[in-house]
């Protein structure tokens, strides 16, 4: 099975500029994670997708950050415009929608932003 | 206070040893339990899942006390491959799930 897929891998850019990320869950996983990891913490959730619809984006950035999942299955996270403290890897998660509460979040590798 | 607190380590012990890793929740509504392990540089994957009559799964035991709102890690005979940071997760309604800030663990020769 493949697993969650991002990219870039890393991305180096310059404060105010704009960055995009790129996020492939597994196939058939219906709700969608970004986090952001600053270094030596834990991650932060930013926004939660349900298939296509927002389900929690309370700790997203709304003045600079956005994110969608127009169809329900690849998403992107932007930044617009970028700030020093942005420096962090960002995450993406995906988790198939069971009845059990205690299936499994598969995590893909991370985008490393570094913000000059 | 924060969602999920656990102990700020590092915790460096030899191999063999004992630890163990503390974690707090402050949503009594949480319905699930998780260690999650993160090694350097890489993404989280996880451990085990926590259950409320506790579980083993070979030298890692996960313990849950919905009263105080409290879950432990034991780690038994440690080995130099456990040197990793641990991260308690919880998750709530709405399949939201919220990390703590982990807790490093370096096993020693």
């Known amino acids: 099975e493949a697993g969650v897929a991002q990219s870039p891998r890393y991305k180096i850019i310059e404060k105010r500029q704009s960055v995009a990320f790129w996020c492939n869950p597994i196939?058939?996983?219906?709700?969608l994670y970004w986090y952001q990891q600053i270094l030596g913490q834990g991650p932060k959730l930013l926004i939660q997708f349900q298939n296509n619809g927002v389900v929690d984006d309370s700790q997203l950035p709304k003045d600079r950050f956005s994110a969608e999942r127009l169809k329900g299955v690849d998403s992107t996270l932007k930044i617009q415009p970028a700030k020093l403290e942005d420096s962090a890897v960002y995450l993406c998660a995906s988790r198939m929608k069971r009845k059990s509460s205690y299936n499994e979040q598969f995590f893909g590798p991370g985008t490393r932003l570094t913000v000059l | 206070r924060k969602e999920v607190e656990q102990d700020p380590g590092p915790f460096n012990v030899p191999e063999g040893a004992t630890v163990a890793f503390n974690c707090t929740y402050s949503?009594?509504?949480?319905?699930?339990f998780f260690w999650y392990r993160q090694d350097c540089r890489k993404e989280p994957k996880l451990l085990m899942s926590v259950y409320s009559s506790g579980n083993e799964d070979g030298r890692f035991t996960a313990q849950l006390n919905r009263a105080s709102q409290y879950i432990s890690l034991l780690i038994r005979d440690s080995k130099l491959s456990d040197s990793a940071t641990y991260l308690c997760?919880?998750?709530?309604?709405?399949?939201?799930?919220?990390f703590g800030p982990g807790t490093s663990l370096s096993v020693i020769p």
């Open positions: 949503n009594s509504a949480s319905q699930s």
């Open positions: 997760v919880v998750k709530t309604s709405y399949d939201k799930v919220i």
């Open positions: 196939s058939g996983h219906a709700t």
